[in-house]
């Protein structure tokens, strides 16, 4: 595990991302332009979806999958619930902040995901191509879920119900990622081949760039954060520790490799920043942003790329040598 | 000298992901269009944001020419979520030309 | 107490390509400088629009400070365009400090 | 025919194109920030000038490149005229708007270019390099025309006329395109060797992710398109179905290869929706964007795309067969 | 009929490597936030600029809303860097809703 | 020289730098959005920074670049003391606006740096890997020179000092070059694989790009400037030649190679425009920019990308043969 841990430090992805959280502490003035991160966010939800639906072209589908996807949607849907239970009697959050936070953990974080299957590209235990479906269809059911959990007892309108179930369901990275998903599948590698230049080769040192983006702006909301209690920051590492080992355990269990195991791990561990923050703002505007992103990309997403990938790859090769 | 004539400009700040909400509030009240500005930072009671497009935190200024009369009816119907949605509204009065659009 | 005097403040929403005859008749009116702010996207009698940068068919806000006079000259010289070109001129009375430069 | 038009649904290109489509029509909140969407389309442009500049100076110039260039202008000039007619008495748009979307259909499209180049490359019938600088010269002269239809009778300041002319001439994709177009004929193959990496292969890809924000853009314009009356959506299929038909007969007239003569009636199926439309802004400030733009970006791109390239294509072939 | 309070509404235009100078004194004198607004291009004594963000040659508008007091207190602190500093600002009287928060 | 002149004149990358002059002196509208021209000079900074790295990692660390780093700072700390009397003296600038030009001159210009770095890489005398180093050590010492001359006898509050140190050693653009310089080595080649096909194979595509846009500016703020006096203008290019001069024979007198002696050459020629800008906005706000970014952008830059690589490189060989 430790020479795990240290292989991932020395990879220019994760130095870069240390890089960001290091310039930012020292209150450098280097950022990247919100339009270049945006755009680099889009391109590495097209090219991982790309590659998965790639994959499962070549593997074609079979019950594995089925089960893989049936688990995901249901560890998004379950996750929430403890982690509300946890939020509410330990860190004292109010029923909305709780709701907000538990979705985020439900969630998945697209990058952590990114991340994970290149570190563990490198360790000779890709995960599954499919995994890819299985990080997209885990997105949106936690938000359900939370969303349930923090308007127990409300009801919205009909307009607002409306446009918030098509920001859920349709939300931009779920609407690419299966888009250039079933992309994938169609085109197959031939077709695959005329853009392989752009979406693989290119794919890490993009990584790279986007990971120093999200180093500055994890180590600045930190930087800033007023709202986070000691409790709070406790439960920022708790939570991926147990749901990540629960994924691993669960992804053994319903057989798959080591590699897809651990991914599913990772997933299970990682918060969303991105599609379930835009979600809350419209679903749970109340919430307060100072408090569900500070734990999930200033806390959470560090330890993951920092330990979580490595902890959980270690765990799945030891379950999968058991 | 041409004349002019007096209208309100409103001017609503809202985190981007609210803005449809906004626009749909100012077409409720009957206003002929709006227009949308991006704000790249800002600094409040719940602390500081600098160039957050990728977590859906950056904001954006919904700004709005419109009678007195539909101006104070949109005040009227967005009172309600404006602390809830964290809102800041602020309206003037404005000389503009071709008042009759609006 | 600092004193501040009393200027316009001109604020003119316009099509991007069209920026510069708007600048243009801001010099011609003596004008000492302005600025343009982004629109990202908008809506009015004809429809809808959003972050169109790619066809052209974005538009800006082109801001000036002047005297009264100079800017009701430049409204003078605006107004006929103002509805074939789709401008949609606002201006009000606001305090500067440094007044003599305007 | 209909083999060609499914081999190319099945090219990442077209499928992206598809999915913005879908997902605008979903209205999910899926969008490329404006800047990169902005820095495709340049980088594209100085893409397609470079690589066509280059195979020109492989190629060397002769009297068939001339008379390219002589039939692009002239069906440039031509073009708006007939369209003009049309759009007065069948759709009864004024001079005005009649004379801004005429310039549009006798200008073209690059990216419907872009587009054509690598799915006849994918058929085996690559258009010939100079077809490059065809492309470029299409653009203005149907500007000019269209400015004549539409301002018969009244007359500009100079001061307008000045600016407008430099609009006009020197756009940014016109002195992009032939600007690439040369510094390729200069640099020649051991000099684009070094930029091939980014120029060549990773072109795909950016038109991958380029199309996608197109597709987004022109189902949107669609839904909102409020001036669209049936008899300009009907013109807006005919216009590059006649036109289209025309360019590749004259190509295959003059003498051109199937593959170029395929082109040459892309680019004349083809209308603008960068460089008329910006230029229009400018010159015919009066005409609705929400017609113009909504013809030839909405309907007409998406058919050319879709469908026009494939019918071009069989029809040149068809016409060297005989 | 919502009622509303009347506040100040300040605005900078200023070279964007010194926001954080003026955002300082917008603390400094106790007002509760600040928005950033891009600015793309603009004119005015030492000559045109457009799209600089390479050099750091482009500016921003930093808006803020306060009280009177707040306001003519920040005019003050500014006062002396106003011209050194080439900023720009102007303040008007706007309407707001939820005025305690200012 | 000639010959070497001419081969830069064929070289893409030279070619649409002069795109660009020539697209803005013909007032076109071409324009590259800003934020992709912001997030392309941070690409070229973490890739040349990486390419050092890794370079230094093979060939390990020793005397030689000990002694190179410590000329590039003495260089820089010297050089703004001569400028400053030529501008004042000969050019009659005041005290703020003379000490604020000297610090750009003093500092050195990443973008003339990468292009030297593959103009020299195609006349087959490549710098050495530490030159990278060497820039990123050069930058800022030219700006505390500069301070000093322009704030003589005033002072700064303590809060304004602090932030003007931080933004003067912990700019944007040192922090990304040193912490890339950094993670090349730690990486080293084999970590350097990965991301090679984006910073590597991609660079020079990107920097046409880049030069591009810095042709269009350059061009657009000569033709704006109206604080340049001929004597300033002269002066922008003697300090070139004079300070490249000297650069060039100190190189060579430490021992290095022609390819780095040329190279330190063009570090000492060049002027900042990025870094040093934006630290005098902050430290010399009274300071006017028409002078310093017309001066080194619009006058020093072209003549460096244009004649002074050729020249320095040429007098490189000279002594060395010598
Ligand atoms: N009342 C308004 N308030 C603010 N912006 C407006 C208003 N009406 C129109 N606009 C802006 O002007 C553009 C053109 O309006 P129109 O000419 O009415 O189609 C719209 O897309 C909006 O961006
Ligand atoms: N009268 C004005 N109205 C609006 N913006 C101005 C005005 N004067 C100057 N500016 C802006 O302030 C910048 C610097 O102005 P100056 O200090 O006069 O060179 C200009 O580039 C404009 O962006
Ligand atoms: N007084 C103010 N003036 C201008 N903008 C403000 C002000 N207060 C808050 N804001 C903006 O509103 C956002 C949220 O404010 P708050 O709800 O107080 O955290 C801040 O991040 C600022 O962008
Ligand atoms: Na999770
Ligand atoms: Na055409
Ligand atoms: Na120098």
Partial sequence: MDLVALSTFTSPVILFFLLGLLAATLRSELAIPEAMAKGMSLYLMAAIGLKGGVAVAKSGVDLEIALALATGILASLLMPLLAYAALRHFARLDQINAGAVAAHYGSVSVVTFVTANEVLGVMAMPPAGYMVAVLAVMETPAILTGLLLARKGQSETDQNRRELLREVFLNASVVLLLGSFAIGVIAGSEGFEEVKPLFDSGFKGVLCLFLLDMGLIAARRLMDARALTWRLTVLAIIFPLFNGTLGVIAGTAIGLDPGSAAAFGVLCASASYIAVPAAMRLALPEADPGIYLSMSLSLTFPFNILFGIGLFAALANHLAGA | ?102
Wanted: glycine residues 8%; charged residues 25%; aromatic residues 4%.
């Fill in chain 2, 1 to 102: 000298m041409i004349e002019t004539v007096t209208r309100k400009r409103i001017e609503i700040l809202v985190d981007s992901p609210l803005v449809r909400r906004v626009t749909a509030a100012i077409e409720a009240a009957g206003i002929s269009g709006w227009s949308v500005i991006p704000v790249t930072s800002g600094s409040g009671r719940v602390g500081r944001w600098h160039e957050e497009r990728v977590t859906g935190a950056d904001k954006s200024i919904v700004l709005s020419i419109s009678s007195t009369e539909k101006a104070a009816a949109l005040a009227e119907a967005l009172a309600p979520i404006l602390t809830s949605h964290g809102l800041l509204l602020t309206m003037w009065d404005v000389e503009v030309i071709r008042g009759e659009r609006f």
